[in-house]
Protein backbone atom coordinates (compact mmCIF):
# COMPACT_ATOMS: atom_id res chain seq x y z
CA UNK A 1 0.00 0.00 0.00
CA UNK A 2 1.09 3.41 -1.10
CA UNK A 3 0.80 7.12 0.15
CA UNK A 4 0.15 9.60 -2.68
CA UNK A 5 3.08 10.11 -3.33
CA UNK A 6 4.24 6.69 -4.18
CA UNK A 7 5.99 5.84 -0.73
CA UNK A 8 4.15 2.36 0.65
CA UNK A 9 2.54 3.05 3.81
CA UNK A 10 3.94 0.64 6.67
CA UNK A 11 1.45 -1.73 8.81
CA UNK A 12 2.97 0.18 11.67
CA UNK A 13 4.75 2.80 13.42
CA UNK A 14 8.39 2.12 14.22
CA UNK A 15 9.21 1.07 17.71
CA UNK A 16 6.66 0.81 20.62
CA UNK A 17 6.20 4.48 20.84
CA UNK A 18 4.90 4.38 17.71
CA UNK A 19 3.09 1.33 17.84
CA UNK A 20 0.80 2.13 21.09
CA UNK A 21 0.17 5.46 19.74
CA UNK A 22 -1.01 3.93 16.51
CA UNK A 23 -3.07 1.34 18.34
CA UNK A 24 -4.58 4.30 20.87
CA UNK A 25 -5.66 6.25 17.40
CA UNK A 26 -7.29 2.82 16.02
CA UNK A 27 -9.44 2.43 18.96
CA UNK A 28 -9.99 6.22 19.39
CA UNK A 29 -11.79 6.22 16.42
CA UNK A 30 -13.81 3.25 16.75
CA UNK A 31 -15.02 4.53 20.52
CA UNK A 32 -17.80 6.72 19.51
CA UNK A 33 -19.46 3.90 18.37
CA UNK A 34 -19.69 2.71 21.30
CA UNK A 35 -22.11 5.42 22.16
CA UNK A 36 -23.57 6.56 19.16
CA UNK A 37 -24.86 9.98 19.46
CA UNK A 38 -26.73 10.07 16.53
CA UNK A 39 -28.91 7.37 17.52
CA UNK A 40 -31.11 6.95 20.96
CA UNK A 41 -31.60 3.35 19.99
CA UNK A 42 -28.20 2.14 20.06
CA UNK A 43 -27.58 3.99 23.08
CA UNK A 44 -30.45 1.83 24.68
CA UNK A 45 -29.32 -1.50 23.50
CA UNK A 46 -25.89 -0.57 24.75
CA UNK A 47 -27.28 0.18 28.18
CA UNK A 48 -29.65 -2.87 28.13
CA UNK A 49 -26.69 -4.86 27.81
CA UNK A 50 -24.52 -3.61 30.03
CA UNK A 51 -27.47 -4.04 32.34
CA UNK A 52 -27.43 -7.66 31.12
CA UNK A 53 -23.65 -8.31 31.83
CA UNK A 54 -24.34 -7.30 35.39
CA UNK A 55 -27.24 -9.53 35.52
CA UNK A 56 -24.95 -11.98 34.52
CA UNK A 57 -22.01 -11.77 37.14
CA UNK A 58 -24.02 -11.46 39.65
CA UNK A 59 -25.57 -15.02 38.61
CA UNK A 60 -21.91 -16.08 38.27
CA UNK A 61 -20.87 -15.28 41.54
CA UNK A 62 -23.68 -16.75 43.25
CA UNK A 63 -22.59 -20.25 41.52
CA UNK A 64 -20.26 -21.01 44.07
CA UNK A 65 -21.88 -20.03 46.81
CA UNK A 66 -25.16 -22.18 45.92
CA UNK A 67 -22.52 -25.07 45.83
CA UNK A 68 -20.67 -24.70 48.58
CA UNK A 69 -23.84 -24.78 50.39
CA UNK A 70 -25.60 -27.96 49.10
CA UNK A 71 -22.14 -29.47 49.84
CA UNK A 72 -22.28 -28.54 53.63
CA UNK A 73 -25.96 -29.52 54.13
CA UNK A 74 -25.22 -33.03 52.60
CA UNK A 75 -21.83 -33.61 54.65
CA UNK A 76 -22.27 -36.28 57.68
CA UNK A 77 -22.35 -33.61 60.28
CA UNK A 78 -25.70 -31.98 58.56
CA UNK A 79 -29.10 -33.21 60.22
CA UNK A 80 -31.62 -35.54 58.24
CA UNK A 81 -34.47 -32.66 58.81
CA UNK A 82 -32.40 -30.76 56.65
CA UNK A 83 -32.58 -32.96 53.62
CA UNK A 84 -34.82 -30.97 51.30
CA UNK A 85 -32.62 -27.75 52.20
CA UNK A 86 -30.01 -29.25 49.54
CA UNK A 87 -32.48 -30.07 46.58
CA UNK A 88 -33.98 -26.55 46.71
CA UNK A 89 -30.14 -25.27 46.44
CA UNK A 90 -29.21 -27.47 43.82
CA UNK A 91 -32.22 -26.33 41.92
CA UNK A 92 -30.86 -22.74 42.76
CA UNK A 93 -27.54 -24.12 41.19
CA UNK A 94 -28.80 -25.15 38.15
CA UNK A 95 -30.99 -21.84 37.66
CA UNK A 96 -28.23 -19.76 38.54
CA UNK A 97 -25.58 -21.34 35.84
CA UNK A 98 -28.32 -21.10 33.08
CA UNK A 99 -29.24 -17.95 34.42
CA UNK A 100 -25.73 -16.86 34.15
CA UNK A 101 -25.55 -17.81 30.20
CA UNK A 102 -29.04 -16.50 29.27
CA UNK A 103 -27.83 -13.59 30.21
CA UNK A 104 -24.73 -13.36 27.99
CA UNK A 105 -26.10 -14.56 24.97
CA UNK A 106 -29.38 -11.79 25.62
CA UNK A 107 -25.88 -9.72 25.93
CA UNK A 108 -24.93 -10.78 22.63
CA UNK A 109 -27.85 -10.31 20.82
CA UNK A 110 -28.86 -7.54 21.90
CA UNK A 111 -25.23 -5.48 21.10
CA UNK A 112 -25.53 -7.43 17.51
CA UNK A 113 -26.88 -4.23 15.94
CA UNK A 114 -24.74 -2.12 17.56
CA UNK A 115 -21.75 -3.81 16.30
CA UNK A 116 -22.72 -4.14 13.07
CA UNK A 117 -23.76 -0.88 12.57
CA UNK A 118 -20.21 0.19 13.43
CA UNK A 119 -18.74 -2.22 11.04
CA UNK A 120 -21.32 -0.61 8.13
CA UNK A 121 -20.51 3.11 9.21
CA UNK A 122 -16.79 2.36 9.18
CA UNK A 123 -16.62 0.42 6.09
CA UNK A 124 -18.47 2.82 4.34
CA UNK A 125 -16.41 5.87 5.76
CA UNK A 126 -13.44 3.58 4.58
CA UNK A 127 -14.91 3.59 0.94
CA UNK A 128 -15.76 7.12 0.59
CA UNK A 129 -12.54 8.23 1.84
CA UNK A 130 -10.84 6.20 -0.98
CA UNK A 131 -13.08 7.87 -3.61
CA UNK A 132 -11.55 11.00 -1.78
CA UNK A 133 -8.04 10.81 -2.50
CA UNK A 134 -6.21 11.87 -5.31
CA UNK A 135 -5.66 10.18 -8.69
CA UNK A 136 -2.24 10.17 -7.96
CA UNK A 137 -2.47 7.69 -4.59
CA UNK A 138 -5.20 5.29 -6.92
CA UNK A 139 -2.44 5.23 -9.81
CA UNK A 140 0.08 4.25 -7.05
CA UNK A 141 -1.77 1.57 -5.13
CA UNK A 142 -2.37 -1.91 -5.41
CA UNK A 143 -5.26 -3.03 -5.28
CA UNK A 144 -5.01 -6.68 -4.10
CA UNK A 145 -2.88 -5.31 -0.97
CA UNK A 146 -5.54 -3.16 -0.16
CA UNK A 147 -8.68 -4.76 -0.16
CA UNK A 148 -7.25 -7.29 2.22
CA UNK A 149 -5.67 -4.66 4.74
CA UNK A 150 -9.90 -3.24 4.07
CA UNK A 151 -10.98 -6.46 4.93
CA UNK A 152 -8.55 -7.09 8.34
CA UNK A 153 -9.58 -3.95 9.32
CA UNK A 154 -13.50 -4.16 8.98
CA UNK A 155 -13.10 -7.41 10.64
CA UNK A 156 -11.65 -6.21 13.43
CA UNK A 157 -14.04 -3.33 14.52
CA UNK A 158 -16.90 -5.74 15.83
CA UNK A 159 -14.40 -8.04 17.74
CA UNK A 160 -12.99 -4.47 19.05
CA UNK A 161 -16.44 -2.61 20.42
CA UNK A 162 -17.82 -6.13 21.68
CA UNK A 163 -14.85 -7.50 23.33
CA UNK A 164 -13.49 -3.86 25.24
CA UNK A 165 -16.76 -3.39 26.52
CA UNK A 166 -17.71 -6.88 27.58
CA UNK A 167 -14.52 -8.88 29.00
CA UNK A 168 -11.83 -7.40 29.70
CA UNK A 169 -13.08 -4.36 32.12
CA UNK A 170 -15.52 -6.54 33.31
CA UNK A 171 -12.94 -9.62 34.20
CA UNK A 172 -11.31 -7.15 36.00
CA UNK A 173 -13.37 -6.02 38.23
CA UNK A 174 -14.61 -9.68 38.29
CA UNK A 175 -10.90 -10.62 39.89
CA UNK A 176 -10.90 -7.52 41.65
CA UNK A 177 -13.98 -8.74 43.40
CA UNK A 178 -13.44 -12.06 43.87
CA UNK A 179 -9.98 -11.65 45.85
CA UNK A 180 -12.21 -8.90 48.30
CA UNK A 181 -14.70 -12.27 48.76
CA UNK A 182 -12.36 -14.45 49.58
CA UNK A 183 -10.77 -12.11 52.16
CA UNK A 184 -13.97 -11.43 53.40
CA UNK A 185 -14.71 -15.00 53.89
CA UNK A 186 -12.00 -16.48 55.05
CA UNK A 187 -8.11 -14.52 55.63
CA UNK A 188 -5.47 -12.50 53.37
CA UNK A 189 -3.36 -15.14 52.28
CA UNK A 190 -6.22 -16.36 49.89
CA UNK A 191 -6.67 -13.05 48.98
CA UNK A 192 -3.01 -12.21 48.13
CA UNK A 193 -2.38 -15.51 46.70
CA UNK A 194 -5.20 -15.12 44.36
CA UNK A 195 -4.24 -11.46 43.16
CA UNK A 196 -0.96 -12.53 42.97
CA UNK A 197 -1.05 -15.86 40.77
CA UNK A 198 -3.47 -13.21 38.67
CA UNK A 199 -1.32 -10.43 38.48
CA UNK A 200 1.58 -12.88 37.25
CA UNK A 201 -0.60 -14.56 34.17
CA UNK A 202 -1.48 -11.15 33.30
CA UNK A 203 1.61 -9.84 32.92
CA UNK A 204 3.18 -13.48 31.34
CA UNK A 205 0.39 -13.04 28.71
CA UNK A 206 0.70 -9.25 28.15
CA UNK A 207 4.23 -9.87 27.51
CA UNK A 208 4.40 -12.58 25.67
CA UNK A 209 1.69 -12.14 23.22
CA UNK A 210 3.44 -8.39 22.56
CA UNK A 211 6.68 -10.63 21.21
CA UNK A 212 4.19 -12.74 19.03
CA UNK A 213 2.60 -9.99 17.40
CA UNK A 214 5.95 -9.44 15.50
CA UNK A 215 5.22 -12.71 13.82
CA UNK A 216 1.42 -11.53 13.38
CA UNK A 217 2.53 -8.25 11.32
CA UNK A 218 4.94 -10.36 9.43
CA UNK A 219 1.62 -12.60 8.66
CA UNK A 220 -0.27 -9.82 7.47
CA UNK A 221 2.73 -8.06 5.27
CA UNK A 222 2.81 -11.51 3.21
CA UNK A 223 -0.29 -12.68 3.38
CA UNK A 224 -1.07 -8.67 2.03
CA UNK A 225 1.88 -9.10 -0.75
CA UNK A 226 0.44 -12.67 -1.95
CA UNK A 227 -3.29 -11.51 -2.32
CA UNK A 228 -1.69 -8.34 -4.31
CA UNK A 229 0.50 -10.70 -6.61
CA UNK A 230 -3.14 -13.23 -7.24
CA UNK A 231 -4.61 -10.20 -8.40
CA UNK A 232 -2.88 -8.42 -10.20
CA UNK A 233 -1.97 -11.43 -12.13
CA UNK A 234 -5.51 -12.69 -12.59
CA UNK A 235 -6.03 -8.72 -13.49
CA UNK A 236 -3.92 -9.24 -16.35
CA UNK A 237 -4.61 -12.82 -17.48
CA UNK A 238 -4.39 -12.30 -21.08
CA UNK A 239 -0.64 -10.61 -20.49
CA UNK A 240 0.56 -13.67 -18.33
CA UNK A 241 -0.86 -15.86 -21.40
CA UNK A 242 0.42 -13.71 -24.38
CA UNK A 243 4.26 -14.17 -22.66
CA UNK A 244 3.76 -18.45 -21.27
CA UNK A 245 4.66 -16.79 -17.86
CA UNK A 246 2.10 -18.89 -16.02
CA UNK A 247 5.19 -20.25 -14.26
CA UNK A 248 7.01 -17.24 -13.18
CA UNK A 249 3.54 -15.76 -11.96
CA UNK A 250 3.35 -19.39 -9.51
CA UNK A 251 6.84 -18.17 -8.42
CA UNK A 252 6.21 -14.82 -7.64
CA UNK A 253 3.13 -15.72 -5.70
CA UNK A 254 4.77 -19.19 -4.02
CA UNK A 255 7.26 -16.96 -2.75
CA UNK A 256 5.09 -14.86 -0.73
CA UNK A 257 3.41 -18.03 0.55
CA UNK A 258 6.51 -19.49 1.89
CA UNK A 259 6.97 -16.18 3.73
CA UNK A 260 3.44 -16.35 5.16
CA UNK A 261 3.94 -20.32 5.91
CA UNK A 262 7.16 -19.05 7.71
CA UNK A 263 5.56 -16.31 9.90
CA UNK A 264 2.47 -18.53 10.33
CA UNK A 265 4.54 -21.84 11.81
CA UNK A 266 6.35 -18.85 14.33
CA UNK A 267 3.13 -17.82 15.67
CA UNK A 268 1.87 -21.53 15.92
CA UNK A 269 4.71 -22.37 17.89
CA UNK A 270 4.87 -19.17 19.70
CA UNK A 271 1.33 -19.73 20.73
CA UNK A 272 1.76 -22.95 22.06
CA UNK A 273 4.48 -21.84 24.34
CA UNK A 274 1.96 -19.12 25.68
CA UNK A 275 -0.66 -21.77 26.27
CA UNK A 276 1.73 -24.13 28.55
CA UNK A 277 3.27 -20.89 30.40
CA UNK A 278 -0.56 -19.96 31.31
CA UNK A 279 -1.43 -23.42 32.10
CA UNK A 280 1.81 -23.92 34.84
CA UNK A 281 0.66 -20.70 36.20
CA UNK A 282 -2.86 -21.02 36.76
CA UNK A 283 -1.96 -24.45 37.72
CA UNK A 284 0.41 -23.63 40.59
CA UNK A 285 -1.97 -20.86 41.56
CA UNK A 286 -4.52 -23.29 42.02
CA UNK A 287 -2.85 -26.24 43.82
CA UNK A 288 -1.72 -23.03 47.04
CA UNK A 289 -5.10 -21.90 47.18
CA UNK A 290 -6.26 -24.90 47.61
CA UNK A 291 -3.62 -26.20 49.84
CA UNK A 292 -4.53 -23.35 52.03
CA UNK A 293 -8.06 -24.83 52.35
CA UNK A 294 -6.98 -28.00 53.01
CA UNK A 295 -5.00 -26.73 55.80
CA UNK A 296 -8.24 -24.92 57.08
CA UNK A 297 -10.36 -27.91 57.40
CA UNK A 298 -7.29 -29.61 59.12
CA UNK A 299 -7.33 -27.37 61.50
CA UNK A 300 -11.26 -27.29 61.85
CA UNK A 301 -11.65 -23.90 60.83
CA UNK A 302 -12.85 -24.42 56.87
CA UNK A 303 -15.96 -27.34 55.79
CA UNK A 304 -15.94 -29.51 52.91
CA UNK A 305 -18.43 -26.75 51.67
CA UNK A 306 -15.71 -24.21 51.92
CA UNK A 307 -12.79 -26.11 50.05
CA UNK A 308 -15.41 -26.64 47.08
CA UNK A 309 -16.17 -23.18 47.17
CA UNK A 310 -13.05 -22.21 46.92
CA UNK A 311 -12.12 -24.67 44.19
CA UNK A 312 -15.67 -23.71 42.20
CA UNK A 313 -14.80 -20.40 42.74
CA UNK A 314 -11.07 -20.44 41.42
CA UNK A 315 -11.89 -22.69 38.30
CA UNK A 316 -14.88 -19.84 37.35
CA UNK A 317 -12.69 -17.00 37.82
CA UNK A 318 -9.61 -18.44 35.85
CA UNK A 319 -11.92 -19.48 32.85
CA UNK A 320 -12.85 -15.77 32.30
CA UNK A 321 -8.97 -15.03 33.58
CA UNK A 322 -8.31 -17.77 30.50
CA UNK A 323 -10.02 -15.98 27.99
CA UNK A 324 -8.67 -12.59 28.60
CA UNK A 325 -5.67 -13.64 27.52
CA UNK A 326 -7.31 -14.85 24.51
CA UNK A 327 -9.06 -11.55 24.49
CA UNK A 328 -5.73 -9.62 24.52
CA UNK A 329 -4.58 -11.33 22.12
CA UNK A 330 -7.02 -11.17 19.41
CA UNK A 331 -7.34 -7.45 20.41
CA UNK A 332 -3.75 -6.54 19.88
CA UNK A 333 -3.84 -8.79 16.84
CA UNK A 334 -7.05 -6.55 15.82
CA UNK A 335 -5.16 -3.19 16.39
CA UNK A 336 -2.85 -4.75 14.28
CA UNK A 337 -4.85 -5.61 11.38
CA UNK A 338 -6.92 -1.83 11.84
CA UNK A 339 -3.41 -0.20 11.97
CA UNK A 340 -3.22 -0.13 7.84
CA UNK A 341 -7.31 1.40 7.62
CA UNK A 342 -5.99 3.61 9.88
CA UNK A 343 -3.47 4.78 7.96
CA UNK A 344 -5.76 4.69 5.11
CA UNK A 345 -8.16 6.96 6.90
CA UNK A 346 -4.77 9.29 7.72
CA UNK A 347 -4.11 9.81 4.34
CA UNK A 348 -4.80 13.88 3.14
CA UNK A 349 -8.14 13.93 1.24
CA UNK A 350 -7.59 14.96 -2.63
CA UNK A 351 -9.14 18.35 -3.93
CA UNK A 352 -11.76 19.86 -2.32
CA UNK A 353 -14.47 22.25 -2.73
CA UNK A 354 -13.76 25.98 -1.22
CA UNK A 355 -16.63 26.53 1.98
CA UNK A 356 -19.53 28.46 0.32
CA UNK A 357 -18.54 27.37 -3.26
CA UNK A 358 -21.13 29.00 -5.30
CA UNK A 359 -22.87 26.06 -7.68
CA UNK A 360 -21.99 25.66 -11.10
CA UNK A 361 -23.97 24.05 -14.30
CA UNK A 362 -21.54 25.01 -16.72
CA UNK A 363 -24.22 26.06 -18.97
CA UNK A 364 -22.26 27.94 -21.41
CA UNK A 365 -19.21 25.55 -21.22
CA UNK A 366 -16.57 27.83 -22.70
CA UNK A 367 -13.14 26.84 -21.40
CA UNK A 368 -9.76 29.02 -21.01
CA UNK A 369 -6.43 28.46 -20.25
CA UNK A 370 -4.11 30.97 -19.14
CA UNK A 371 -0.57 30.78 -18.67
CA UNK A 372 -1.25 27.19 -16.83
CA UNK A 373 2.14 25.40 -15.94
CA UNK A 374 2.30 21.71 -14.82
CA UNK A 375 4.22 18.72 -13.52
CA UNK A 376 3.95 15.58 -12.05
CA UNK A 377 7.18 15.75 -11.06
CA UNK A 378 9.19 18.91 -10.09
CA UNK A 379 12.33 17.77 -12.67
CA UNK A 380 9.51 16.67 -15.70
CA UNK A 381 7.74 19.56 -16.62
CA UNK A 382 4.17 18.54 -18.68
CA UNK A 383 2.87 22.20 -19.60
CA UNK A 384 4.94 24.98 -20.20
CA UNK A 385 2.35 28.05 -20.17
CA UNK A 386 -0.40 27.09 -22.03
CA UNK A 387 -2.54 29.60 -23.61
CA UNK A 388 -5.44 29.18 -25.27
CA UNK A 389 -9.53 29.63 -25.52
CA UNK A 390 -12.36 26.98 -26.35
CA UNK A 391 -15.90 29.04 -27.07
CA UNK A 392 -19.01 27.61 -26.03
CA UNK A 393 -20.70 25.14 -27.99
CA UNK A 394 -17.30 25.06 -30.55
CA UNK A 395 -15.43 22.13 -31.36
CA UNK A 396 -11.55 22.20 -30.72
CA UNK A 397 -9.11 19.46 -31.39
CA UNK A 398 -5.94 18.67 -29.68
CA UNK A 399 -2.92 16.83 -31.50
CA UNK A 400 0.61 16.21 -31.32
CA UNK A 401 2.89 13.72 -30.45
CA UNK A 402 3.08 11.68 -27.61
CA UNK A 403 4.37 13.15 -24.26
CA UNK A 404 3.10 16.30 -25.38
CA UNK A 405 0.58 16.81 -22.29
CA UNK A 406 -3.05 16.60 -24.43
CA UNK A 407 -4.04 14.08 -21.90
CA UNK A 408 -3.06 15.92 -18.65
CA UNK A 409 -5.12 18.90 -20.13
CA UNK A 410 -8.31 16.75 -19.37
CA UNK A 411 -7.26 15.45 -15.83
CA UNK A 412 -6.45 19.17 -14.81
CA UNK A 413 -10.17 20.42 -16.14
CA UNK A 414 -11.64 17.41 -14.08
CA UNK A 415 -9.23 18.79 -11.28
CA UNK A 416 -7.76 15.17 -10.73
CA UNK A 417 -4.62 17.55 -9.94
CA UNK A 418 -4.01 21.39 -9.50
CA UNK A 419 -1.81 23.65 -11.72
CA UNK A 420 1.50 24.76 -10.63
CA UNK A 421 0.86 28.40 -12.31
CA UNK A 422 -2.09 29.91 -14.30
CA UNK A 423 -5.61 29.48 -13.81
CA UNK A 424 -7.87 27.20 -16.24
CA UNK A 425 -11.49 29.16 -16.49
CA UNK A 426 -14.55 27.60 -17.89
CA UNK A 427 -17.67 30.13 -18.12
CA UNK A 428 -15.13 32.72 -16.97
CA UNK A 429 -14.74 31.26 -13.68
CA UNK A 430 -11.34 29.84 -12.34
CA UNK A 431 -12.29 26.12 -11.36
CA UNK A 432 -10.20 26.28 -8.02
CA UNK A 433 -13.48 28.26 -6.76
CA UNK A 434 -16.25 25.64 -7.41
CA UNK A 435 -17.23 22.47 -6.42
CA UNK A 436 -15.57 19.53 -7.48
CA UNK A 437 -18.43 17.72 -7.56
CA UNK A 438 -20.10 19.82 -10.16
CA UNK A 439 -17.35 20.51 -12.37
CA UNK A 440 -17.39 17.30 -12.82
CA UNK A 441 -21.09 16.54 -13.29
CA UNK A 442 -21.05 19.35 -16.13
CA UNK A 443 -17.98 17.89 -18.20
CA UNK A 444 -18.28 14.54 -19.72
CA UNK A 445 -15.16 12.64 -21.35
CA UNK A 446 -14.68 9.37 -23.23
CA UNK A 447 -11.59 8.26 -22.36
CA UNK A 448 -8.89 6.32 -24.57
CA UNK A 449 -9.09 2.85 -23.08
CA UNK A 450 -12.18 3.08 -21.22
CA UNK A 451 -12.79 0.83 -17.91
CA UNK A 452 -16.37 -0.68 -17.29
CA UNK A 453 -17.58 -2.34 -14.32
CA UNK A 454 -18.15 -6.00 -14.07
CA UNK A 455 -21.84 -5.85 -14.86
CA UNK A 456 -24.50 -5.87 -17.77
CA UNK A 457 -24.05 -3.54 -20.49
CA UNK A 458 -27.11 -1.81 -19.64
CA UNK A 459 -25.65 -1.30 -16.23
CA UNK A 460 -22.56 0.35 -17.78
CA UNK A 461 -24.40 2.69 -20.17
CA UNK A 462 -26.65 3.58 -17.37
CA UNK A 463 -24.12 4.62 -15.27
CA UNK A 464 -23.99 7.83 -17.03
CA UNK A 465 -27.13 8.54 -15.28
CA UNK A 466 -28.26 6.51 -12.44
CA UNK A 467 -31.90 6.44 -12.72
CA UNK A 468 -32.20 7.00 -16.54
CA UNK A 469 -35.36 5.16 -18.57
CA UNK A 470 -34.09 2.20 -20.75
CA UNK A 471 -35.88 4.12 -23.91
CA UNK A 472 -32.90 6.41 -22.59
CA UNK A 473 -30.30 3.74 -22.90
CA UNK A 474 -30.91 2.52 -25.77
CA UNK A 475 -31.33 5.87 -27.73
CA UNK A 476 -27.83 6.56 -26.31
CA UNK A 477 -26.54 3.43 -27.87
CA UNK A 478 -27.89 4.00 -30.81
CA UNK A 479 -26.17 6.90 -31.23
CA UNK A 480 -22.92 5.41 -29.70
CA UNK A 481 -23.20 2.79 -32.77
CA UNK A 482 -23.20 0.31 -30.65
CA UNK A 483 -27.07 -0.46 -30.34
CA UNK A 484 -27.16 -3.09 -33.26
CA UNK A 485 -24.35 -4.98 -31.96
CA UNK A 486 -26.05 -5.30 -28.34
CA UNK A 487 -29.50 -6.51 -30.12
CA UNK A 488 -27.23 -9.58 -32.02
CA UNK A 489 -26.46 -10.56 -28.26
CA UNK A 490 -28.04 -13.85 -26.99
CA UNK A 491 -28.93 -11.36 -23.98
CA UNK A 492 -28.94 -8.01 -25.22
CA UNK A 493 -28.66 -5.31 -22.40
CA UNK A 494 -28.61 -7.87 -19.78
CA UNK A 495 -24.94 -8.94 -21.20
CA UNK A 496 -22.31 -9.34 -18.61
CA UNK A 497 -19.00 -7.37 -19.77
CA UNK A 498 -16.56 -9.40 -17.53
CA UNK A 499 -13.73 -7.52 -15.31
CA UNK A 500 -12.60 -4.40 -16.49
CA UNK A 501 -15.00 -5.06 -19.84
CA UNK A 502 -12.53 -8.41 -20.77
CA UNK A 503 -15.61 -9.71 -22.40
CA UNK A 504 -15.37 -6.99 -25.48
CA UNK A 505 -13.53 -5.94 -28.14
CA UNK A 506 -11.48 -2.56 -27.70
CA UNK A 507 -14.03 -0.74 -30.20
CA UNK A 508 -16.99 -1.95 -28.25
CA UNK A 509 -15.76 -0.34 -24.88
CA UNK A 510 -14.82 2.75 -26.59
CA UNK A 511 -18.67 2.57 -28.23
CA UNK A 512 -20.24 2.05 -24.49
CA UNK A 513 -18.55 4.57 -23.31
CA UNK A 514 -19.17 6.98 -25.59
CA UNK A 515 -23.18 5.69 -25.13
CA UNK A 516 -22.74 6.44 -21.42
CA UNK A 517 -21.51 9.97 -22.16
CA UNK A 518 -24.01 10.85 -24.17
CA UNK A 519 -26.62 9.97 -21.61
CA UNK A 520 -24.80 11.66 -18.95
CA UNK A 521 -25.63 14.69 -21.74
CA UNK A 522 -23.06 16.95 -20.06
CA UNK A 523 -22.28 20.80 -22.03
CA UNK A 524 -18.69 20.13 -21.91
CA UNK A 525 -17.60 16.89 -23.77
CA UNK A 526 -13.72 15.80 -24.10
CA UNK A 527 -12.87 12.76 -26.21
CA UNK A 528 -9.58 11.33 -25.39
CA UNK A 529 -8.52 9.69 -28.93
CA UNK A 530 -12.33 7.97 -28.01
CA UNK A 531 -12.14 6.12 -31.47
CA UNK A 532 -8.66 5.27 -31.83
CA UNK A 533 -9.78 1.05 -31.42
CA UNK A 534 -12.56 1.69 -34.55
CA UNK A 535 -11.98 1.89 -38.02
CA UNK A 536 -12.89 4.63 -40.19
CA UNK A 537 -15.92 3.57 -41.75
CA UNK A 538 -17.28 2.62 -37.88
CA UNK A 539 -15.47 6.17 -36.43
CA UNK A 540 -17.47 8.16 -39.41
CA UNK A 541 -20.89 6.92 -38.73
CA UNK A 542 -20.58 7.76 -34.90
CA UNK A 543 -19.40 11.33 -35.76
CA UNK A 544 -22.88 11.39 -38.30
CA UNK A 545 -24.79 10.30 -35.49
CA UNK A 546 -23.50 12.00 -32.38
CA UNK A 547 -23.37 15.53 -34.88
CA UNK A 548 -26.93 16.51 -33.69
CA UNK A 549 -25.72 15.73 -30.36
CA UNK A 550 -22.63 17.80 -29.74
CA UNK A 551 -23.92 20.23 -31.57
CA UNK A 552 -24.05 23.32 -28.54
CA UNK A 553 -22.01 21.68 -26.70
CA UNK A 554 -18.26 22.51 -26.27
CA UNK A 555 -16.33 19.76 -27.34
CA UNK A 556 -12.42 19.07 -26.80
CA UNK A 557 -11.10 16.05 -29.23
CA UNK A 558 -7.84 14.57 -27.82
CA UNK A 559 -6.84 13.15 -31.50
CA UNK A 560 -4.02 10.57 -33.02
CA UNK A 561 -6.12 10.23 -36.52
CA UNK A 562 -6.09 13.95 -37.92
CA UNK A 563 -8.99 12.72 -40.58
CA UNK A 564 -11.30 12.72 -37.79
CA UNK A 565 -10.89 15.97 -36.67
CA UNK A 566 -10.78 18.36 -40.40
CA UNK A 567 -13.79 20.13 -39.79
CA UNK A 568 -13.02 21.08 -36.00
CA UNK A 569 -12.76 24.80 -35.34
CA UNK A 570 -9.68 25.21 -33.84
CA UNK A 571 -6.90 22.95 -34.17
CA UNK A 572 -4.29 23.13 -31.30
CA UNK A 573 -0.58 21.48 -31.83
CA UNK A 574 1.10 20.66 -28.83
CA UNK A 575 4.89 19.47 -28.93
CA UNK A 576 6.55 19.03 -25.20
CA UNK A 577 3.62 21.37 -23.72
CA UNK A 578 3.49 24.01 -25.89
CA UNK A 579 1.05 25.35 -28.18
CA UNK A 580 3.68 25.62 -31.17
CA UNK A 581 0.65 25.78 -34.01
CA UNK A 582 -3.61 26.98 -34.49
CA UNK A 583 -5.58 27.45 -36.94
CA UNK A 584 -7.99 25.20 -38.81
CA UNK A 585 -6.97 22.18 -40.89
CA UNK A 586 -6.29 23.58 -44.45
CA UNK A 587 -4.31 26.41 -42.98
CA UNK A 588 -1.80 24.11 -40.95
CA UNK A 589 -1.86 22.10 -43.48
CA UNK A 590 -0.44 24.93 -45.90
CA UNK A 591 1.71 26.15 -42.97
CA UNK A 592 4.20 23.47 -43.30
CA UNK A 593 5.16 23.07 -39.78
CA UNK A 594 4.47 19.99 -37.52
CA UNK A 595 0.75 19.43 -38.35
CA UNK A 596 1.54 19.27 -42.05
CA UNK A 597 4.18 16.79 -41.06
CA UNK A 598 2.08 14.40 -39.72
CA UNK A 599 -0.75 14.93 -41.50
CA UNK A 600 1.50 13.79 -45.17
CA UNK A 601 2.58 10.14 -42.55
CA UNK A 602 -0.46 9.39 -42.39
CA UNK A 603 -1.93 9.76 -45.51
CA UNK A 604 1.01 8.03 -46.88
CA UNK A 605 0.26 5.19 -44.64
CA UNK A 606 -3.15 5.18 -45.48
CA UNK A 607 -2.44 5.08 -49.27
CA UNK A 608 -0.31 2.37 -47.96
CA UNK A 609 -2.90 0.24 -46.31
CA UNK A 610 -5.74 0.91 -49.45
CA UNK A 611 -4.57 -2.00 -51.88
CA UNK A 612 -4.03 -4.40 -48.61
CA UNK A 613 -7.76 -3.55 -47.84
CA UNK A 614 -9.28 -3.47 -50.82
CA UNK A 615 -7.87 -7.10 -50.72
Sequence with gaps: MRNPHGRA?????????????????????????LWPRESLALRLRVALAL??????????????????????????????????????????????????????????????????????????????HLHSLPLAFHLERRTGGLARAIDRGTAAIEFLLSFMLFNVAPTIVEI????????????????ALTFATMLVYVVFTFAVTDWRLRFRRDMNERNTEANTRAVESLLNFETVKYFAN?????????????GYEKAAVGSQTTLAWLNIGQGVIISAGLVGVMGLAAQGIAKGVMTIGDFVLVNAYLMQLYTPLNFLGVVYRNIKQSLTDLEQMTALLEIRRGI???????????????????????????????????????????????????????????????????????????????????????????????????????DTIFYNIAYGRPGATRAEVIEAARLAAIAEFIASLPQGYETMVGERGLKLSGGEKQRIAIARVVLKAPPILIF????????SNTEREIASRLAGFCRGRTTLVIAHRLSSIQDADQILVLDRGRIVERGRHLELVALGGLYALMWARQQKKARRQAPLAAE
Excluded: H
Design 176 to 191: LLACAILWRLYDWRFA
Design 246 to 258: EDFEAARYDEALK
Design 51 to 128: GLLVAGKLAAIAVPFLYRYAVNRLSPQASPALVAVPLALILAYGLARVSSQTFNELRNAVFAKVGQRAVRLISLSVFR
Design 352 to 454: EGVAGAPSFAGNGGSIRFEGVRFSYEPRRPILRGLDFAVAAGSRVALVGPSGAGKSTLARLIFRFFEVDEGAILIDGRDIRTLSPENLRRAVGIVPQDPVLFN
Design 9 to 33: IAPGAPGAQGRLKAEFGALKRIAPY
Design 528 to 535: DEATSSLD
